[in-house]
């Protein structure tokens, strides 16, 4: 009797009571990654490979909010005369950003469902950051943004979970960090995060279900 009772405490003292989330390959697509910078120098006819050089050298500081959305554009595209203006520029990137309904809708379920603690750790530019939680209402089920606009610190660094931990106040071994990225997830499992490595819906349904978060819909979708 006294050796269940322990393992119940243990099993209790193990629950998940948070769940951290990126955004970007997440919950939604990445806002402005490789891709989206390709698709722009085809659409707006940009010299790609200056494009990319200009990107590198200031992205990091932009994510990191010591740049605007303006001041990032002037270093990286309007840095000469352009046939094009900012505001169709910065409109063809934020149209870039597309959901991910079924992980946004899982996120919701598993938060009402467990009174889970929901927070995003991510490296996003501000404008970008702000227009993603807008248009697809993530302050809606997000209790804490950790992006590295706000925080000024950005993945790969360790703090940047650390300072989610504080902000949540959770102990490591309570929260889920759901990634796409692997080294970021390797990061936080050195934390003591329990990890997911995010690939598809179906599978990460099933991680969270070994870590006791189970969506019961996701279940009878697999067994009808």
Request: positive net charge.
């Amino acid at each position: 009797m006294m050796r269940s009772t322990e393992e119940k405490t243990m099993k209790k003292a193990a629950a998940i009571t948070s769940l951290f989330l990126d955004i970007g390959g997440v919950l939604l697509t990445n806002g402005w990654d490789h891709h989206a910078r390709k698709r722009a120098a085809t659409h707006f006819k940009l010299p790609w490979a200056e494009l990319e050089d200009r990107h590198r050298l200031n992205f990091a500081t932009y994510e990191e909010g010591k740049l605007t959305l303006e001041e990032y554009l002037a270093r990286v595209v309007f840095y000469e005369k352009r046939s094009f203006t900012r505001a169709q520029f910065r409109r063809f990137m934020f149209a870039q950003s597309k959901p991910y309904s079924e992980m946004i809708e899982l996120v919701r379920k598993l938060k009402a469902k467990y009174g889970l603690k929901i927070a995003v750790v991510s490296n996003e530019a501000r404008e970008l950051n702000a227009y993603r939680i807008r248009k697809f209402k993530l302050d809606r089920f997000v209790d804490a943004f950790i992006s590295s606009c706000f925080v000024h610190i950005r993945k790969p660094d360790a703090d940047i979970f650390r300072l989610a931990l504080d902000i949540s106040q959770a102990a490591a071994r309570q929260v889920v960090y759901i990634e796409n990225t692997p080294m970021f997830v390797q990061i936080a499992e050195g934390l003591g995060i329990r990890g997911i490595l995010h690939t598809d819906y179906r599978s990460t349904c099933a991680k969270l279900a070994s870590f006791g978060l189970q969506n019961d819909e996701g279940v009878r979708h697999e067994t009808s």
